[in-house]
DNA sequence: CATCATGGTATTCTGTCTCG
DNA sequence: CGAGACAGAATACCATGATG
């Protein structure tokens, strides 16, 4: 059984994105030059107008990545097999952007979960095709679509420089496009910017717990899903929560959350409403039924109780291999429970 | 005895809501 | 637009145990 987060291929990343051999003397390693200090004061200022529009500034790369493309994937090859964008007027957007059906499903994914990995989506949508891929998203940045960045992941307390996580986001009038051209439920939210640098990581292992998730939905003969992010559910618990308080100002606090919690169909545990990453509702028996699976990612850092809590909630609970190792050593007691987590 | 890893808790940060 | 409330997650911090 695989329990490893990382694509098979990730073991043996580009040479490009391992550290540098550092001259070493005397046991101390000689540290690069930094960079001109004229293109460090103009890295800074840009990253200060980034940071002014409420978007998080790029992280300035280390020196020996500084001339990588920004998605690290060679040169396009002469020679386009697919259908000129151009010449394909169905995928007119109305604003003089045509858009690929690859596109379209791709900035589809994006939109509904708000960050995806580069990586899970070439993955998903492009057959693996990465270059393809990355065309396509250059072409998107260029017309203002998405947004692309890199990110650091978690660092779980290790010295070692963290791995970068490329990530695509959509723009605000790139959200409107997906909205027109996308096929979606009435009912299903899109996000557009990033938010929460830090959990970045974590939101797109939520990305592939729903790929995960959505294979047994399949297999159960559900469709038409929907996917429903914390944001919303959490959105939608503090409007009832608020409105309930407005009824009824001298009621218990407490027992408006319990009540709350059994109408939303979520757990309430120690006086608190358990809010999955996120929730897949779908269809069942050509929509006479509905169903609905509530996900969760954990992490090293959930404690066997708080674990045990979200298990017993019905949460589906999906996990890495780097956390599933820390899982391990926490919960070795209860054995059954780290069969309850899945792998992603 | 010193050092390192691990465990648990506190703090900080982010996003959401409503209201003034 | 800021404050107060609520929730989740990462990180900081300190206590404890293992290990040489």
Redesign the pocket.
């Known amino acids: 059984m695989r329990l490893d987060l990382e694509f098979p291929d990730e073991r043996r990343r580009p040479r490009e994105l391992e550290m540098p051999e550092v001259p070493v003397s005397d046991g101390i390693a000689e540290v690069p030059p930094p960079p001109p200090p004229d293109a460090l004061a103009l890295r800074m200022e840009r990253n200060e107008e980034l940071s002014n529009v409420n978007s998080?500034p790029k992280i300035p790369l280390p020196p020996h990545e500084r001339n990588q493309k920004p998605l690290d994937i060679a040169d396009p090859p002469r020679v386009e097999h697919r259908p000129r964008r151009d010449r394909d007027p169905r995928n007119d957007v109305g604003i003089g952007i045509h858009l690929r059906p690859q596109e379209i499903k791709a900035l589809s994914e994006v939109g509904r979960f708000r960050v995806v990995a580069v990586r899970d989506l070439a993955e998903t949508v492009y057959g693996g095709d990465r270059s393809a891929l990355a065309r396509d998203l250059r072409y998107l940045e260029e017309k203002g679509i998405v947004s692309l960045r890199s990110v650091n992941a978690?660092?779980?307390?290790s010295w070692r420089q963290p791995e970068r996580i490329q990530v695509v986001t959509l723009t605000r009038p790139g959200k409107k496009i997906v909205r027109q051209v996308g096929s979606f439920r009435q009912d299903q939210q899109l996000?557009a910017g990033l938010?929460?640098?830090?959990?970045v990581?974590?939101d797109t292992q939520i990305y592939r717990a729903y790929l995960k998730e959505m294979d047994r939905i399949d297999r159960l003969g559900g469709s038409n899903p929907r996917v429903v992010l914390?944001?919303e559910i959490?959105?939608?618990?503090?409007?009832a929560?608020?409105?309930q308080r407005?009824a009824d100002p001298d009621r218990d606090?407490n027992e408006i959350?319990e009540q709350v919690a059994n109408e939303f169909n979520l757990p309430y545990v120690d006086?608190?409403?358990?809010?999955p990453?996120a929730r897949i509702e779908y269809d069942l028996d050509q929509g006479s039924r509905v169903g609905s699976s509530d996900i969760?990612?954990v992490?090293g850092?959930?404690?066997?109780g708080h674990l045990r809590s979200k298990a017993q909630a019905g949460f589906r609970l999906y996990a890495g291999a780097r956390d599933r190792a820390?899982l391990g050593?926490?919960i070795e007691d209860e054995h059954h429970m780290l069969h309850e987590i899945l792998d992603l």
């Open positions: 998080f978690r660092r779980d307390g996000y938010v929460k640098p830090r959990e990581e974590h914390d944001f959490k959105r939608n618990v503090q409007r929560i608020y409105g407005k606090l959350k006086n608190q409403i358990q809010i990453d969760e990612v992490t850092a959930y404690r066997p820390r050593r926490d």
